[in-house]
């Protein structure tokens, strides 16, 4: 349930608790052939994307969403020359990835044109990636995608999606995992947004053990994201062998970045007491 009182945005999360910014006004309402896009201006942080009641980032806040679904597996890989994303239409995913020198080719599956175009008129997010020589955009369903590629070609893939609903429902699945694991060279690595870790839901849980089930090395990260209920969960899959825990910080040193570094990065793969014992037996967590 969501609902909107003039100067507030407010949205719920199924387990009866929310998030709210105070609005300026909408810029934005439009229903796509897939779903309800908003913008509004927010009274400190700049605009806020929402999707079907879900918001999707806040401008002064993204950075702790994307330099974290990018980064620190961009630079567990020695040479991410390929990257795809599937879903990240505001175009911030992107714009992390090819801060990267090493990339050669980007390519963005975004199921919904109207999120690019919309993102592209009113946020400052993309930041001119989609005009990137390196970046090629399709829109196309994830898993259709996946399944039309021809062997391994990609080294890192990045799944910037909606929550686990509707047509956004199966890039959270097993057989998605077993797809995007055909599809990668090795050593590869696959990330993906998974949702809030407080409270643990069934959806993380299942999808913490769809993903184990088919990359034998897979870990949780979370970040403490300004706008999403923190802290956000991310999960991360590897084909081959990476060292995911001790990624290179030169590379990282040499990016423009707002939020990640090392110490970040050690902050991001500690989980909290509560959530280790609740997913004990099926996460190793760090000491
Ligand atoms: N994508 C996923 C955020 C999930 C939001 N869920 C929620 N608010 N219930 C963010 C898109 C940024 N590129």
Redesign the pocket.
Known sequence: MREMTTGEYV?W?PEGYG?CFKVKRKIVDYRSKYQRIEIYETTNFGKMLVIDG????VEEG?AS??EVIVHPAMLAHPSPERVLII??G?G??LREVLKHPEVKRAVLVEIDPAVIHLSRLHLCIDRGSFDDERAEIVHDDGVRYLKSINGSFYDVIIV????PVRHAKNLFTEDFYKCAKDVLREPGIIVT?AGSLYPLTNDFINTFNSMKAVFENTQILLSPVFG??SPWGFLVGVKGKLDFEHVDMRRARMLDLRFYDAEMHKFFLFLPKSVRKKLDGIVEGPP
């Open positions: 949205e999360y998030m879900a918001i999707q980032l993204e969403y994307h879903g990240g505001d911030g995913t910037d999606s909606t929550d947004q999403l209920a």
